[in-house]
């Protein structure tokens, strides 16, 4: 079983950034990892993901530009760098990891086996 635990969320003005951090219990070297949120009323939203070795990542075409997801293996952590946000990224964000090293759809929320618990990032206009 591996935890997640996400960090760095928070309020930021429109056209600000926030990194966000997502830790995992154990080593998971051939894990996908991703990125969701959920704004509420809505249904949970693909952002990103990475593949095991970070040489392969993936965006919802909303992002691309403005966030960059990376990967530490050493240090067991993921990343979101978000810059220019605006205020419809208002989400509680969410790092998820696959059991497996290899899956078809890293933008579908079934791929992923480990979810943290959420972070909130507002974003005041």
């Known amino acids: 079983q591996v935890q997640l635990a996400e960090s760095g969320g928070g309020l930021v003005q429109a056209g600000g950034s926030l990194r966000l951090t997502c830790a995992a219990s154990?080593?998971?070297?051939?894990?996908?990892y991703g990125w969701f949120r959920q704004a509420p009323g809505k249904e949970r939203e693909f952002v990103a993901a990475?593949?095991?070795?970070?040489?392969?990542?993936y965006y919802a075409d909303s992002m691309k530009g403005r966030f960059t997801i990376s990967r530490d293996n050493a240090k067991n952590t993921m990343y979101l760098q978000m810059n220019s946000l605006k205020p419809e990224d208002t989400a509680v964000y969410y790092c998820?990891?696959?059991?497996?090293?290899?899956?078809?759809?890293?933008?579908?929320?079934?791929?992923?086996?480990?979810w943290g618990q959420g972070t909130q990032v507002t974003v005041s206009s």
């Open positions: 990475i593949n095991w070795s970070g040489s392969t990542t």
């Open positions: 154990r080593r998971t070297f051939s894990s996908y």
């Open positions: 998820a990891g696959s059991k497996s090293g290899s899956i078809s759809q890293p933008g579908q929320p079934g791929e992923y086996t480990y």
